[in-house]
T-cell receptor, first 115, second 109 residues
């Protein structure tokens, strides 16, 4: 089983739709992350969960709502998005985020287009 | 504010050597990471430096100078499959990864 999986891989939605992105990690990690990747811009950290508890929320608009039911699953619920929210949404996981040496493992991402 | 700078794009020839530079200004330092990202794929981990010096891993090496806020990724014996974006990231004092925008490396035959 691939380390970190994401579904769907591509999503087109209107501004009034509600959709959810799903991420699952099979690595036994404690922490999971949502990132936004826009063309030619740095990865933007959106949310961090450590042992299912949200530890970071980097001023993300409320139209993005995360959910972490357990250490292996992470969701990003989307509603009333704007065209500028179109981007690649990446999920990642790692061991203890408070240890500097642990790298993050990324899923393949969901390419989101808001029309 | 926190900032990671790396060149936007570089071109190199198959079989040659290329050095991708990264400079950083962050609040605290808990290690520097290099990732490779092929178009349409997930970033994958390449290297980690926390102490000054050179870390070698096969054809790839990564160097760190903490006093200069500087790192480079050195790729030797370039292959066409090395065409990708290379992302530099620093863990700050809060153990958050601060990312550069990435360097797109184009390999020509």
């Amino acid at each position: 089983e691939t380390g970190v999986t994401q579904t769907p891989r591509h999503l087109v939605m209107g501004m009034t739709n509600k959709k959810s992105l799903k991420c699952e990690q099979h690595l036994g990690h404690n922490a999971m992350y949502w990132y936004k990747q826009s063309a030619k811009k740095p990865l933007e950290l959106m949310f961090v969960y450590n042992f299912k508890e949200q530890t970071e929320n980097n001023s993300v608009p409320s139209r993005f709502s995360p959910e972490c039911p357990n250490s292996s699953h992470l969701f990003l619920h989307l509603h009333t998005l704007q065209p500028e929210d179109s981007a690649l949404y990446l999920c990642a996981s790692s061991q203890d985020p408070g240890d500097s040496a642990y790298e993050q493992y990324f899923g393949p991402g969901t390419r989101l287009t808001v029309t | 504010g926190q900032n990671i700078d790396q060149p936007t794009e570089m071109t190199a020839t198959e079989g040659a050597i290329v050095q991708i530079n990264c400079t950083y200004q962050t609040s605290g330092f808990n290690g520097l990471f290099w990732y490779q990202q092929h178009a349409g794929e997930a970033p994958t981990f390449l290297s980690y430096n926390v102490l000054d010096g050179l870390e070698e891993k096969g054809r790839f090496s990564s160097f760190l100078s903490r006093s200069k806020g500087y790192s480079y990724l050195l790729l030797k014996e370039l292959q066409m499959k090395d065409s990708a974006s290379y992302l530099c990231a620093v863990k700050d004092s809060n153990y958050q990864l601060i990312w550069g925008a990435g360097t797109k490396l184009i390999i020509k035959p």
